[in-house]
């Protein structure tokens, strides 16, 4: 529950322009503005915002705050938005007044102020950098650090500090909502690629620390670890990249292969893995989907790196992993075996034992859902449409058009692989569309271009997740670029997305405005990774990283459907003239980079369903397509420390309902050496869950958002028990020998 002030008639600048006034001016304006947000107040207190984006404090400031206090039964003091708040509610408190409660997201309200969503859309590049560095830096580097600290290594607190402030440094409202000028986005960039560097390399480290306390493989096999940087075990298909070492690329170099981070052991060229087993010693199902020559460095602390000449092997594995921990396989080399017949790679379809997916000649999808027989029809078509807003509102030209890879011209389609693990398509489509927008900005150029479209689409044996890979290169202006899922339910009255700490419900389709409004309402909203839509026995869940934008289209024929936004290209940081906002939402300058020219590679999945899902449920579908499990080879371990077993988990989690609660966080304590655990309910029920860890709990606290102790937790048996009511988050400190 948080205390709201309703939106004062100014805006959040209600002060601002009050110090600009002559005295006795000022002084009438003052009174005007201190008595309009008195007769607001629940408890007469008043707050006055002084400052706007781009300005310094005023000079007159103090003299200003002087003379409102100097009226009559009115005391003014500079002060700060936590003051003010801790000041409301302990008159509130003491006075037991009983303030109105709002239920929602508060994501209306255009018939006074501007929602500005069109920012989910603007620079979509932006948004999938921050998604990508912002999920790797929460869900994984630092769960692996934790891991690797409690293993024994130096945590590295200055490595994530850095990558943490880079990233936050990105997080100024223009900046990560891509409505600024460009020069400003190009900076972005760079800091996306200074935390992404970080965060992969301090990955990279963290694994091979784990990696280091277990036993090497073997001869004649590859030992691998596979970690699960989740509070819920795992068990479904994850990428493992093995790479065999031939030779030496510098062949007159010679040193002991003992000095390496990992096992320098060379395999005859075309060897290939036999088998894989697990800790326990059962065969691990695994597919190579492909294998490819490069020249990698073998790193060493104490000596320089070696060139070493590899055949990369990615394969698919299908795995189960404990909650919180890894487990370590090992991969037999051999010669590689005769080929066998393999299934036919031609056609235009690929299944497993959930799905079966064909590709039109337009290259939309034809999806059965084996489990419930039902089918969807045009999943994947790509439409496009005008667009002559700005970055912060999209506005259709007044004379539109709508193109649309359905029953366009032929797509390519071919089947990449067909295997017993995994089966993948690859669809290529040119869509013609208007290079731009009419000079008068009422339409779309006579004059076209091709937007060329590549999809691989990916289905893994046992899972109904569609993985897809989308690849565009963006050669057209003023238009706005969409993927169509259709949820095979003719009626859909409301859609779930995800927010920080929870699920949020949305109608499907909002009011349609009256009279004129100072912004027009729109059905497109937000989502962190899944949004779902369909009714009570037919659906589509759509996962998405980074692509932030959808929106529930209505039935036009018999089914209604999910628009994912995966560009929107316009020139001008804001205009006056649009049709769906009135006035200006900033300095009118143009803006070349936001129209997105160029190549652009994006990552989202499809899950057709029968009966909605739970947002627990949600949740992990939404972490896991963020975060899966990490891989990394086996190095020359164990150094130092204690070993860990073949199998390992650092700390497990008992729910009831089972995994009912969603991780939020899991790390190192930032300023003593203990754990810290988040979690959250997204659901409406009660859960109660039980935590245990490794090494036995001596202590146990309560904390707030920031980590500080609020009250301690018992420790019984060995594990913390917490009641999580519905849609709260609580963190846990946990302290162990």
Same mark, same amino acid.
């Given at each position: 529950r948080?205390?709201?002030?309703?939106?004062?008639?100014?805006?959040?600048?209600?002060?601002?322009?009050?110090?600009?006034?002559?005295?006795?001016?000022?002084?009438?304006?003052?009174?005007?503005?201190v008595e309009r947000e008195r007769a607001r107040s629940a408890v007469g207190a008043v707050l006055l915002?002084?400052?706007?984006?781009?300005?310094?404090?005023?000079? +007159?400031?103090?003299?200003?705050?002087?003379?409102?206090?100097?009226?009559?039964?009115?005391?003014?003091?500079?002060?700060?938005?936590?003051?003010?708040?801790?000041?409301?509610?302990?008159?509130?408190?003491?006075? @037991?007044?009983?303030?109105?409660?709002?239920?929602?997201?508060?994501?209306?309200?255009?018939?006074?102020?501007?929602?500005?969503?069109?920012?989910?859309?603007?620079?979509?590049?932006?948004?999938?950098?921050?998604?990508?560095?912002q999920a790797l830096l929460e869900k994984v580097v630092e769960p692996l650090a934790l891991f690797a600290w409690l293993a024994g290594e130096a945590h590295p607190t200055g490595v994530l500090a850095y990558a943490w402030k880079t990233l936050i440094e990105n997080h100024p409202h223009d900046s990560i909502c891509g409505c600024s000028i460009d020069e400003v986005h190009d900076e972005n960039d760079t800091r996306f690629a200074r935390v992404l560097q970080a965060a992969e390399g301090q990955k990279t480290r963290s694994l091979r620390h784990l990696a280091r306390r277990v036993e090497p493989a073997p001869e004649g096999s590859v030992?691998?670890?596979?970690?699960?940087?989740?509070?819920?075990?795992?068990?479904?298909?994850?990428?493992?990249?093995?790479?065999?070492?031939?030779?030496?690329?510098?062949?007159?170099?010679?040193?002991?292969?003992?000095?390496?981070d990992a096992p320098l052991a060379f395999f005859p060229r075309g060897s290939a893995i036999l088998a894989i087993t697990d800790p326990e010693g059962r065969d691990v199902p695994f597919q190579e989907i492909r294998r490819e020559e490069r020249i990698e460095q073998w790193t060493s602390r104490i000596e320089l790196p070696l060139a070493v000449r590899v055949e990369r092997l990615h394969l698919a594995c299908a795995v189960s992993l404990p909650s919180a921990g890894f487990i370590a396989c090992d991969a037999l080399v051999g010669a590689r075996p005769a080929p066998s017949r393999s299934p036919s790679a031609s056609g235009h379809s690929i299944e497993n034992d959930l799905l079966r997916i064909e590709a039109n000649d337009d290259g939309t999808l034809h999806?059965?859902?084996?489990?419930?027989?039902?089918?969807?029809?045009?999943?994947? @078509?790509? +439409?496009?449409?005008?667009?002559?807003?700005? +970055?912060?509102?999209?506005?259709?030209?007044?004379?539109?058009?709508?193109?649309?890879?359905?029953?366009?011209?032929?797509?390519?389609?071919?089947?990449?692989?067909?295997?017993?693990?995994?089966?993948?398509?690859?669809?290529?489509?040119?869509? @013609?569309?208007?290079?731009?927008?009419?000079?008068?900005?009422?339409?779309?150029?006579?004059?076209?271009?091709?937007?060329?479209?590549?999809?691989?689409?990916?289905?893994?044996?046992?899972?109904?997740?569609?993985?897809?890979?989308?690849?565009?290169?963006?050669?057209?202006?003023?238009?706005?670029?969409?993927v169509l899922f259709p949820t095979g339910a003719r009626a859909v009255t409301e859609s779930r997305a995800d927010t920080a700490f929870g699920v949020a419900r949305?109608?499907?389709?909002?009011?349609?405005?009256?009279?004129?409004?100072?912004?027009?309402?729109?059905?497109?909203?937000?989502?962190?990774?899944?949004?779902?839509?369909?009714?009570?026995?037919?659906?589509?869940?759509?996962?998405?990283?980074?692509?932030?934008?959808?929106?529930?289209?209505?039935?036009?024929?018999?089914?209604?459907?999910?628009?994912?936004?995966?560009?929107?290209?316009?020139?001008?940081?804001?205009?006056?003239?649009?049709?769906?906002?009135?006035?200006?939402?900033?300095?009118?300058?143009?803006?070349?980079?936001?129209?997105?020219?160029?190549?652009?590679?994006?990552?989202?999945?499809?899950?057709?369903?029968? @009966?909605?899902?739970?947002?627990?449920?949600?949740?992990?579908?939404?972490?896991?397509?963020?975060?899966?499990?990490?891989?990394?080879?086996?190095?020359?371990?164990?150094?130092?420390?204690?070993?860990?077993?073949?199998?390992?988990?650092?700390?497990?989690?008992?729910?009831?309902?089972?995994?009912?609660?969603?991780?939020?966080?899991?790390k190192k304590a930032d300023d003593r050496n203990s754990v810290i655990l988040r979690l959250f309910n997204p659901g409406d029920r009660p859960v109660e869950a039980r935590v245990i860890t490794a090494r036995p709990l001596t202590a146990a606290f309560r904390t707030n958002l920031r980590e500080q102790r609020q009250q301690p937790a018992e420790v019984k048996d060995g594990r913390v028990t917490l009641a999580l009511g519905p849609r709260k988050i609580a963190t846990l400190d946990l302290e162990s020998h």
């Open positions: 948080t205390l709201l002030l309703h939106f004062p008639r100014e805006g959040y600048c209600n002060a601002f322009r009050l110090p600009l006034l002559p005295p006795p001016v000022r002084a009438l304006e003052a009174a005007e503005v915002m002084a400052g706007i984006d781009h300005t310094e404090p005023h000079p +007159e400031l103090l003299t200003l705050i002087g003379e409102i206090g100097g009226g009559e039964g009115v005391a003014a003091a500079l002060s700060t938005l936590p003051a003010y708040v801790g000041g409301v509610r302990s008159a509130v408190a003491a006075r @037991e007044i009983a303030l109105e409660v709002v239920h929602g997201e508060l994501r209306a309200g255009e018939d006074y102020s501007n929602l500005l969503p069109g920012v989910l859309s603007a620079r979509t590049y932006l948004k999938k950098s921050n998604v990508r560095a030992r691998f670890l596979v970690v699960n940087t989740d509070i819920h075990s795992f068990d479904g298909p994850v990428d493992v990249i093995v790479d065999l070492p031939v030779e030496s690329a510098e062949p007159g170099r010679m040193l002991d292969s003992s000095l390496f999806v059965l859902d084996k489990r419930s027989g039902a089918s969807y029809v045009n999943v994947l @078509e790509v +439409e496009d449409v005008g667009d002559v807003g700005d +970055e912060y509102n999209f506005s259709p030209p007044a004379n539109d058009s709508r193109q649309a890879t359905r029953g366009a011209r032929r797509a390519a389609i071919h089947v990449l692989a067909r295997g017993p693990r995994r089966s993948v398509l690859r669809v290529a489509t040119a869509l @013609e569309v208007p290079r731009a927008a009419t000079a008068d900005r009422h339409g779309r150029s006579a004059e076209t271009t091709t937007l060329e479209t590549v999809i691989e689409i990916e289905i893994d044996q046992g899972s109904p997740v569609v993985g897809c890979r989308l690849k565009v290169d963006n050669r057209a202006s003023d238009h706005r670029l969409r949305r109608a499907a389709q909002r009011f349609v405005p009256t009279a004129a409004m100072p912004e027009l309402p729109v059905n497109a909203a937000p989502l962190q990774s899944f949004v779902d839509a369909g009714d009570a026995t037919r659906g589509m869940t759509v996962l998405s990283e980074g692509l932030m934008e959808y929106e529930v289209l209505p039935a036009a024929s018999d089914t209604a459907t999910i628009g994912l936004t995966v560009l929107r290209s316009v020139g001008w940081l804001s205009r006056e003239d649009l049709a769906t906002r009135r006035g200006n939402a900033g300095p009118s300058l143009p803006t070349p980079g936001a129209q997105c020219l160029g190549v652009h590679e994006f990552r989202f999945a499809f899950v057709p369903r029968a @009966e909605p899902p739970s947002e627990a449920e949600l949740c992990d579908l939404g972490r896991r397509f963020l975060a899966p499990p990490s891989a990394v080879v086996g190095t020359n371990g164990p150094a130092g420390g204690s070993p860990l077993g073949r199998r390992h988990s650092f700390l497990t989690l008992d729910c009831e309902p089972e995994a009912a609660v969603a991780l939020s966080a899991l």
